[in-house]
């Protein structure tokens, strides 16, 4: 049985960092682009950042460039989401992803050929 258990979600005031956390288990880890996605209420989940089974290969949305940085430690089977200089605008739900299929480079995840996905957490940005 996959499991994509999320962590590291929390209030926090503008301008600081969380670090969000998912630990992989059930599945060849090494052999998935990892990515992270969000969900505003009211708005389309959307993609944050990917990273290839490699980890040499990154991709991060132009609103969070500079501030969000995307990792994996395939020996651990986990994958980290650093957030800096959080925004208000970035308070949305936080998904983990698993995927077998990747698209361009660096790489991009289609919320429609995702393998798994995890349950979610919470960040919540106050200004």
């Known amino acids: 049985q996959v499991q994509l258990v999320e962590s590291g979600g929390g209030l926090v005031q503008a301008g600081g960092s969380l670090r969000l956390s998912c630990a992989a288990s059930?599945?060849?880890?090494?052999?998935?682009?990892m990515g992270w996605f969000r969900q505003a209420p009211g708005k389309e989940r959307e993609q944050v950042a990917a990273?290839?089974?490699?980890?040499?290969?990154?991709y991060v949305i132009d609103s969070v460039k500079g501030r969000f940085t995307i990792s994996r430690d395939n020996a651990k089977n986990t994958v980290y989401l650093q957030m800096n200089s959080l925004k208000p605008e970035d308070t949305a739900v936080y998904y983990c992803?698993?995927?077998?299929?990747?698209?361009?480079?660096?790489?991009?995840?289609?919320?429609?050929?995702?393998?798994?996905w995890g349950q979610g957490t919470q960040v919540t940005v106050s200004s």
């Open positions: 990273i290839r089974w490699s980890g040499f290969s990154t």
């Open positions: 992803a698993a995927a077998l299929r990747y698209f361009g480079a660096p790489p991009r995840l289609d919320r429609r050929t995702i393998d798994y």
């Open positions: 059930g599945l060849t880890f090494s052999s998935y682009a």
